[in-house]
């Protein structure tokens, strides 16, 4: 049986009910074994108390652990999603939102973690839209660069009025104009 017991803990910092019910996710996980990564921007508020959690940048939780635990609503898995894709990180959402399509677990279902500790838990595949836009440099000179990408895991929308994507500065579009 393989023990999938490392776990980014993500909560939504702008939702007071997921920042509030932290502490209570962070004993449960520690009680159970769970080896718990967060963010650095946790370690001054939480550090003292929570002394056995590992404190990084999100890259390097992300990196170190099994899986992400989401506290949060469907926008806070879908902020994570491409991130979490990158790495080959499943995520599993506890649902601080309030329509919660994406997010399978609330706060009072914490006893299921242990599925996923004792590798008894099914993974939900789910697809990323890979998006760009392409623009021609010139009519003079023939060619095309990528204007504008992203992936997604839920829909991509082009806007005429707004601007979705941020440009890259030209040194990482590798000299190409925007």
């Not at 920042?19 to 001054?44: C, N």
């Not at 404190?55 to 949060?72: K, N, R, T, W």
């Not at 992936?151 to 440009?167: G, T």
Request: proline share 4%; net charge negative; with cysteine.
């Amino acid at each position: 049986m393989v023990h999938t017991n490392k776990v980014f803990v993500h909560p939504n910092p702008t939702r007071a009910n997921a920042v509030k019910a932290l502490p209570e996710v962070l004993d449960f996980l520690l009680s159970e074994g769970f080896h718990v990564y967060m963010d650095s921007m946790y370690a001054q508020s939480l550090g003292k108390e929570y002394k056995v959690v590992s404190y990084a940048s999100a890259e390097e939780c992300m990196s170190a652990a099994d899986f992400i635990l989401v506290l949060g609503g469907d926008g806070t898995i879908l902020h994570i999603a491409s991130s979490a894709a990158c790495h080959g990180k499943p995520v599993l959402g506890i649902n601080f939102g309030t329509l919660g399509f994406l997010t399978e677990l609330d706060i009072s279902d914490l006893e299921m973690l242990k599925q996923i500790e004792e590798d008894r838990h099914k993974l939900d595949r789910r697809l990323l839209l890979d998006v760009r836009v392409w623009r021609e440099i010139s009519w003079l000179e023939p060619g095309s660069v990528v204007c504008a990408a992203g992936a997604d895991l839920h829909d991509a929308v082009w806007s005429r009025d707004r601007k979705l994507f941020e440009q890259a500065p030209a040194e990482e579009r590798g000299g190409q104009p925007g």
